[in-house]
């Protein structure tokens, strides 16, 4: 059994950064595919960015203001937020697909406001 534990959410004023952070407690390897999924009130949980073997994908309301990136060493994947918009905030949960199982983190709150 594997755990993700997610940290760096927090509150925001638009325009701002956040780093996220997921620590697997399990290895992991290049070719699993981990990533970040977001879920605002009142919505169904979305795709924000996934990286396997060296394979990116980003939903389109975030190219060019996050940036998924992963230290296998380290089993931590990270992602980058910049230029945040009100429309980001959430909770933020981190995803690892060993395509045997997959397994979520408990999530991290995100809000973006002035």
């Known amino acids: 059994q594997v755990q993700l534990v997610e940290s760096g959410g927090g509150c925001v004023r638009p325009g701002g950064s956040l780093r996220l952070s997921c620590v697997a407690s399990?290895?992991?390897?290049?070719?699993?595919?981990m990533g970040w999924y977001r879920q605002a009130p009142g919505k169904q949980r979305e795709l924000v960015a996934t990286s396997s073997s060296g394979t990116i994908n980003y939903a389109d309301s975030v190219k060019g203001r996050f940036t998924i990136s992963r230290d296998n060493a380290k089993n931590t994947v990270y992602m980058q937020m910049d230029s945040l918009k009100p429309e980001d905030t959430g909770v933020y949960y981190c995803?690892?697909?060993?395509?045997?199982?997959?397994?979520w983190g408990q999530g991290t709150h995100v809000t973006v406001s002035s």
């Open positions: 995803n690892l697909d060993t395509y045997v199982y997959n397994y």
């Open positions: 399990g290895r992991i390897f290049s070719s699993h595919t």
